[in-house]
């Protein structure tokens, strides 16, 4: 028999719980305040959690995007630095049959007189 008032004393909790008795001791309801203010504070943690989260998340997709874009626009620098060469206008002149033709006669500066 103590045996069984003994496993009776391990459960007791467990079945006062589960009877709702525990939630109307006098010392629960005076804790029950600072229960609410620790759940609230545990949601605003995880709630800070996962918005650390998404905010990691936005800065390596916009760092990734950010690569992406710079690399396209040493590329394009490049492309346009070739275009833009002399010779390579000349030929593109020359290929569409603008009847432009290549000057070599250097600038003349023109000074007015007042």
């Known amino acids: 028999?103590?045996?069984?008032?003994?496993?009776?004393?391990?459960?007791?909790?467990?079945?006062?719980?589960?009877?709702?008795?525990?939630?109307?001791?006098?010392?629960?309801?005076?804790?029950?305040?600072?229960l609410i203010y620790m759940t609230f504070l545990g949601l605003v943690y995880i709630t800070n959690g996962f918005l650390a989260e998404s905010a990691v998340r936005a800065i390596n997709t916009t760092n990734s995007e950010i690569k992406e874009l710079r690399s396209e626009y040493i590329t394009s620098k490049s492309d346009l630095m070739y275009e833009s060469k002399q010779s390579q206008v000349v030929d593109l002149i020359n290929e569409r049959e603008l009847g432009l033709s290549e000057s070599f006669d250097p600038p003349k500066k023109i000074v007015i007189e007042d």
């Open 1 to 34: 028999m103590s045996e069984e008032k003994q496993s009776f004393k391990l459960f007791r909790p467990f079945i006062q719980l589960v009877n709702g008795n525990v939630l109307t001791r006098e010392r629960v309801v005076q804790a029950l305040p600072f």
